[in-house]
């Protein structure tokens, strides 16, 4: 049966001289890096790590995060991707909770560990470091000398493969649970839906430890038989230099990357004539930057995907015609193997023009969160996912993510959705970026606030920003308080950190 890492030996098989992975000046064939997943596989079973083991990777964007992937997977052991920005609570969180018997670490984030060490990391915890680090085994220069045969060890479709945690913005993570199964059909969905083809050329520039590189680009891009192009972090200009000197095919990119490459100037000057596919999502992005997109780059063919992490990622999509035709929709139909529902709390569809709960099920959709089963019990019901995002059915049959569930905005007895107020405030041409919260007030309940970055060297009143939205949105949808600032907090999927900006300005008069 097929599994994760079954993909990578028998695409090295197929198309052996192809090169697989570019990161920097390093650039490998796929037999190239199947024989160094081997000797890094080898190397981590002769430390003890066997199938069904967690093995935690917090690294940056590398090569060398993806050899460790698939040596993982080629053990058989489950891969848990941890975010590098992790301070040492947080990491000695994962670690425990996930009972993780491996941590294969970035020098770049040493001093976190060192510090998650000191403070008592589990003593079971093996540590190795991708490349030389004072005081910790170097994990690739073991690899280099490892002479062994490459591990045989027999893993099937249906066992456990990842666990990936959820980005927290409401609380502690928890982990999303999926077998090789639900992951393969996350690459097929994507392979079906944004048309990834045999020889595609990928640039990956959004976080690898994040569920939409990793399992909607990574999986199905090696299954294809794809050219990974890694790029360490983001830098508008570095992205359009390997977009046209190495001729890519496809680029995902969350809103904000997308917002940066329209400033580049020169755009129009660049040979971008290989790139086919625009991928965007994991955060909403205003109508007025998608149309701008679209007319800039009139020859890529742009597709939104909009989904969660416990659905493998998965959700609803619009390809380039459904794009081009609502700008401010989030999709038109769900992922291929996934089917979708809009529910009142009832639990009974909605009506067209109406809002309600995004469901999900399929393929894809987590076996459940680790170790959490009432957690899963309240997620998973009836084989239904539970999102927590409200969504409108729009009468031409298109979905519309207009809040979560936790962060609709309750003012005067009247429901606020702030993805809707966010779309207005972004129209207006001092803002480079919005996000609306709440808080509380004595008369109404909630009052609105908008939390703004304007371009440099604008300004703005709240008294202008009401009359400019008051000719696109209700008037009780407008923001009765406007805090200027110099970033919105997001994570690294591109989410606002709405927790965080709650607490920052809850008290905004």
């Known amino acids: 049966m097929a599994t994760i890492g079954e993909t990578l030996r028998s695409t090295a098989k197929r198309v052996p001289d192809r090169e697989a992975l570019v990161f920097g000046g ?36 590398s090569d060398r995060f993806v050899i460790v992937f698939y040596a993982a997977h080629r053990l058989g052991a489950i891969f ?64 280099a000398a490892y002479d062994g045969p490459p591990v045989d060890v027999a893993v099937d479709e249906s066992d ?32 079906a839906s944004a048309g990834l083809r045999d020889g595609d050329r990928i640039l990956h520039v959004a976080p690898l430890y994040h569920a939409a590189e990793l399992c909607m680009l990574i999986i199905p891009g090696t ?78 063919e742009f597709v939104q995907a909009c989904g969660q992490t416990e659905a493998g990622p998965g959700g609803i999509f619009a390809n380039h015609a459904q794009v081009r035709e609502r700008p401010d929709a989030s999709g038109r139909q769900a992922l291929p193997m996934m089917e979708c529902r809009v529910v009142d709390a009832d639990g009974n569809q909605v009506k067209q023009g109406e809002v309600g709960e995004l469901l999900l099920r399929g393929e894809t959709v987590m076996k459940g969160y680790w170790n959490k089963p009432e957690a899963t019990a309240d997620t998973i019901r009836d084989g239904w996912l539970h999102t927590g995002d409200l969504a409108r059915l729009d009468p031409d049959g298109y979905l519309t993510l207009v809040d979560r569930l936790k962060d609709m905005i309750i003012t005067g007895g009247r429901n606020v959705y702030s993805v809707e107020v966010e779309n207005a405030l972004a129209a207006h041409p001092s803002i480079v970026d919005v996000a609306i919260i709440a808080r509380a007030h004595a008369e109404y309940g909630e009052s609105i606030v908008a939390v703004a970055v304007l371009k440099d060297g604008a300004a703005l009143t709240l008294d202008a920003l009401r009359d400019f939205c008051g000719a696109h949105i209700a008037h009780y949808k407008l923001p009765h308080d406007l805090v200027i600032t110099d970033r919105i907090p997001r994570n690294p999927s591109g989410k606002v950190l709405k927790r965080a900006l709650r607490e920052q300005f809850s008290d905004a008069s």
Do not use: C
């Not at 060490?117 to 690899?143: C, K, Q, W, Y």
């Open 26 to 61: 390093s650039r490998r064939t796929y037999a190239q890096l199947d024989a160094e997943v081997d000797r890094v596989a080898g190397v981590l079973a002769a430390q003890g790590i066997s199938k069904g083991d967690r093995l935690a990777l917090m690294a940056t964007n």
């Open 80 to 143: 848990v991707p941890v975010n590098p920005g992790s301070a040492p609570p947080e990491l000695d969180y994962l670690m425990r909770d996930s009972g993780a018997a491996a941590l294969v670490f970035d020098p770049a984030v040493a001093p976190v560990v060192r510090v998650a060490v000191d403070n008592g990391l589990p003593e079971t915890l093996r540590t190795f470091a991708i490349s030389e680090t004072e005081g910790f085994p170097d994990l690739f220069a073991m690899a």
């Open 160 to 191: 456990d493969a990842q666990i990936l945690y959820t980005s927290g913005t409401t609380g502690s993570p928890k982990g999303a649970l999926f077998d090789h199964h639900r992951q393969l059909w996350v690459g097929m969905g994507m392979m």
């Open 223 to 300: 299954l294809v038989g794809a050219t990974h192009f890694v790029q360490d972090g983001f830098d508008p200009v570095a992205v359009l230099d390997a977009l046209e000197r190495e001729r890519i095919t496809l680029f995902f990119g969350v809103p904000t990357m997308y917002q940066f490459l329209l400033r580049v100037p020169g755009l129009a000057e660049r040979d971008l004539s290989a790139w086919r596919t625009g991928l965007f999502g994991a955060a909403p992005m205003p109508a007025t930057a998608v149309e701008q997109l679209v007319a800039t780059l009139p020859d890529v």
